[in-house]
């Protein structure tokens, strides 16, 4: 038996669940999405779910919506999560074991039960410090933003996880010479460190703009507490079209619009990574005179 023949038992446990519960729902949503609910039944309609999903203004000011939310939160969550993961990193830290648990455990936290405990602590009827005042920051103006303060709370202890265990597998010889060398703390993070957390880096940045554009929970769980609208988020705009309106064909169609924008928007997050590191290992090119 070939190697490649040896590997494929290995594989198969991952290929039947990636088939079943990715690429067969999927495929069933697009069939779903070419018929029409109508008093007979399901009539085929072809690609007529699409065009209307593309005239339906509130999915895309849904879509609108979170990808800013996706563009700010990811930025200032990864960045609070990449200075912990380097001031964790320091030898100068103490007690790192209790910190990384202490910013870990907001994500143990259940998404539905978070949100409701933010919910009511943002709320100006339970929170005394926001009773007194004007601000209310589950107000339309402000909902959007007490939800990345949310979702930041959350991932901000996650990402810091995955960025302290690319640290660890660094070569600490390389820190090492580098401080033997006259290297303060501070160009060690930035000429070594995060150079080496690139690619780390990338990943949770395509994770989060993923989660961003899928993002339901804490919305759907503060409409008790204020007033959201059930096409304030794509998803959101696919579920009140599904279990509300019950409208099947035209939620598939949106929900298969809206996976292609996701994977549409994965791939130029890597693609601007490969173009920073591509941008970096130019600019740090060794240039010689003749």
């Known amino acids: 038996m070939s190697r490649r023949q040896f590997s494929w038992p290995f594989m198969s446990p991952f290929l039947i669940l990636f088939l079943a519960f990715l690429v067969g729902p999927l495929c069933y949503a697009f069939y779903i999405s070419l018929f029409s609910r109508t008093m007979g039944g399901l009539t085929f309609v072809g690609l007529r779910n699409y065009v209307i999903a593309f005239q339906y203004s509130p999915f895309w000011t849904a879509m609108l919506r979170v990808l800013y939310f996706g563009i700010v939160q990811t930025a200032v969550m990864l960045f609070l999560a990449l200075v912990l993961a380097l001031i964790l990193d320091t030898p100068f830290a103490r007690a790192k074991a209790f910190f990384r648990l202490i910013y870990f455990l907001p994500y143990a936290v259940p998404g539905v039960f978070s949100a409701i405990m933010w919910g009511f602590l943002l709320s100006p009827t339970f929170n005394v410090a926001f009773s007194g ?34 640290l660890s597998a660094g070569t600490r010889e390389l820190y090492d010479a580098a401080r033997v060398d006259g290297c303060s703390e501070l160009a060690l993070m930035y000429h070594i460190k995060v150079p080496l957390l690139g690619p780390t880096i990338g990943m949770t940045a395509i994770l989060s703009m993923i989660g961003a554009i899928q993002l339901f929970n804490q919305p759907f769980v503060l409409s008790s507490l204020t007033t959201v609208p059930v096409t304030y988020t794509p998803n959101m705009a696919v579920y009140t079209m599904a279990f509300q309106m019950i409208n ?43």
Not at 151 to 166: D, E, H, K, P, S
Not at 260 to 267: D, F, H, K
Not at 274 to 282: G, N, T, W
């Open 133 to 166: 005042t004007h601000i209310n920051p589950l107000s339309p103006g402000l909902l959007l933003y007490s939800l990345m303060n949310i979702a930041t709370w959350i991932f901000v202890g996650y990402n810091m996880t995955l960025y302290t265990a690319g």
């Open 248 to 290: 099947l064909p035209f939620a598939a169609a949106l929900a298969v619009v809206l996976g292609v924008i996701t994977i549409a928007v994965a791939a130029l997050v890597m693609m601007g990574r490969i173009f920073v590191q591509l941008l970096a290992s130019h600019r740090h090119r060794p240039r010689y005179i003749v």
